[in-house]
């Protein structure tokens, strides 16, 4: 949910699923999928833009020049699945369909309607929020700053009240374009996330929510220093280097806020990002969580949703978490500093292919030119990998952006890690312990604040700490999406107390370390400490228990263990430091 008074550019906002209603950005439209014609046109006044003014930018129409978008709603799509997808292609488009709702398509056949027709459906719905009905005594409304599908985004002023008198936005939802359950969900969803999460410095402030019998209002802080997507186009298309950290680091600071109240915002793009002023150095304001949801640590999420070109590999598998915004993270991290998306296509199809099979270029220019650390740190956020990728708390640790004047956010990685870690058996604690022995001092720093934001007395932790840390940082949004439940299961921290060095064991990542080019280095050290103070003769059977696995994967472990004297071998170690689950057996 978002707004502003930013103006309309024509782009390929190619949706993956759009929220079933207006784009909270309110001000941009939605365009059909690429389709081939790679020139540009200008939204605003239907004159062609010559090709060159885009050629750097990845930002480019697929309308044919001077042919503008229509200001009022957003055309559907048609949806082709080249790939053999990771689950059949029917029941994506099914989910599809159900959250756009029955509208029809500018350029395709129209959806099949669900059971029952429209008429009924509507009937069955209940479109009443709950909200104050009051909105019109309150604020009066002025100019439309912005239109979607599903509403629009106008100026108004208070009437009365704290706000008597100061400019607000009112995003208007229509309730006739709310044609299936999902869309009001939506809507509902979107306002209790904006409502919890309000407080943030990077975060669109919400106000209140309103209704009547036609509409949704909702209230929130004016934003008048147009989109991200604006400033990156201003430039060519291109940041500088330490432009690009000034973004990025309010981005991963308001999304490690989210993750660790427990939300995923699940459409981070740049016209997502909105500048409170048109000042060159003012602060910027997260909008539109539409797509966004509530998520317990340890769930995966499995509806596709999102634009295409910023969404993660997992997203198309349908099993996803908080990580999926680091990759949206780092794809707009590329773009800051080179100019062009790191996967592209001329159809939606095409992108995904991209992103599930193709790699960044850092080769052509300007990517010789980039330092070191940006590159790394990009590629740490484009790892296909999920379970490899940084998390918000680490970026802003990472070389590139690291300040020891700026504050460390709490990470929920911690608690589940540390979850994991009690819960272990002693062997497995003992192959982590020599594995943090080996770390590296880069890793150090982030362990090392995270730590301290425990606030250790004598320098030890215990679960005491950890359930004042979650304290600390608490919202609605935290219980909503049960985050506190996680201490739960590290009850058997209530009995003891954890040291930094035992802390460090705990917490740190097998498949984080692994994305590191030293990690053989890394892995080596590691097993030498083990040899001395953690290996020891273990059977195949009881490797399979301690894995969890059953007697069908006896066969593959059996080549984990030296047969010389009975112990983890240098595979084994890196093995079972990982896990294995029976999919892998299967191979």
């Given amino acids: ?62 309308l044919p020049a001077g042919v503008a978008p229509s200001p009022a709603r957003t055309p559907g799509r048609k949806f082709r699945w080249p790939l053999p997808p990771p689950s059949p292609a029917k029941p994506i488009m099914a989910a599809i369909l159900r959250r756009r709702g029955p509208s029809k398509p500018v350029d395709g056949p129209t959806p099949i309607p669900e059971e029952g027709g429209d008429g009924e459906r509507e009937r069955r719905l209940d479109k009443s929020f709950g909200y ?55 809507v509902r969803r979107e306002v209790k996330i904006l409502k919890a999460l309000s407080g943030h410095n990077n975060l669109v402030k919400f106000h209140d929510a309103f209704e009547d019998t036609n509409n949704v209002y909702v209230v929130m802080e004016l934003c008048q220093g147009g989109e991200l997507l604006d400033r990156i186009l201003s430039r060519g298309g291109r940041y500088t280097e330490e432009d690009a950290k000034k973004i990025i680091v309010q981005i991963l600071n308001v999304m490690a806020f989210c993750h660790l109240q427990g939300v995923v915002h ?103 030119a980039v330092s070191p650390e940006a590159k790394d740190f990009v590629k740490r956020l484009l790892n296909k990998d999920h379970r490899k990728r940084m998390t918000a708390a680490q970026a802003l640790t990472h070389p ?54 425990l606030e250790p007395r004598n320098g030890c932790v215990s679960i005491s700490n950890f359930r004042a840390a979650l304290t600390r940082n608490s919202t609605d949004a935290m219980r909503e999406s049960r985050v506190p439940e996680i201490l739960n299961v590290m009850e058997p921290l209530s009995y003891k107390q954890m040291d930094f060095e035992e802390f460090c064991a705990a917490a740190i990542n097998p498949y984080q370390l692994e994305a590191l080019e030293g990690w053989e280095d890394i892995a080596n050290t ?39 004297d009975g112990k983890l071998s240098f595979l084994g170690y890196t093995k079972f430091l990982h896990g294995v689950t029976l999919r892998n057996t299967r191979h």
């Fill in 1 to 62: 949910m978002g707004h502003c008074c930013s103006k309309n550019v024509s782009v390929v906002n190619t949706d993956v699923t759009t929220s079933a209603r207006d784009r909270s950005a309110g001000t941009r439209e939605s365009l059909p999928s690429p389709s081939g014609n790679s020139e540009s046109g200008d939204a605003r006044s239907g004159k062609p833009t010559p090709a060159h003014s885009f050629s750097a930018s990845p930002f480019q129409s697929p």
């Fill in 132 to 186: 104050a009905k009051n909105f019109g005594a309150k604020y009066e409304l002025g100019k439309e700053v912005g239109r979607g599908h599903f509403g629009h985004t106008c100026w108004a002023k208070g009437k009365k009240g704290e706000l008597k008198g100061q400019a607000v936005a009112v995003k208007i939802v229509s309730k006739a374009k709310m044609t299936t359950a999902i869309a009001i969900e939506d």
């Fill in 266 to 368: 699940r459409d981070l793009k740049p016209e997502n990002f909105l500048f409170v002023t048109r000042d060159e150095d003012s602060p910027m304001k997260v909008i539109d969580f539409g797509l966004s949801d509530f998520i317990r640590p340890d769930q995966r999420l499995n509806d596709i949703v999102g634009s295409a070109y910023y969404v993660a590999p997992e997203v198309l598998h349908r099993s996803y978490n908080v990580e999926a915004d680091l990759w949206s993270i780092g794809v707009i991290t590329y773009i800051l500093l080179c100019g062009s998306r790191p996967f592209w296509a001329r159809t939606e199809s095409g992108i995904f292919r991209s992103v599930l099979r193709a790699d960044p270029n850092f080769d052509d220019s300007p990517w010789p």
């Fill in 400 to 453: 590139w952006l690291r300040d020891e004047n700026r504050a460390v956010p709490l990470d929920i990685l911690i608690y589940k890690l540390v979850k994991s870690y009690v819960r272990a058996t002693p062997f497995r604690r003992a192959a982590l312990k020599a594995l943090s022995k080996a770390i590296r001092e880069d890793e150090l720093v982030y362990l090392k604040a995270q730590f301290k934001l």
């Fill in 526 to 564: 590691a097993f030498e400490y083990f040899e001395q103070e953690g290996n020891r003769v273990i059977s195949v059977e009881e490797l399979a228990r301690e894995l969890n696995l059953g007697s069908q994967a006896l066969s593959l472990l059996k080549d984990w263990i030296r047969n010389s």
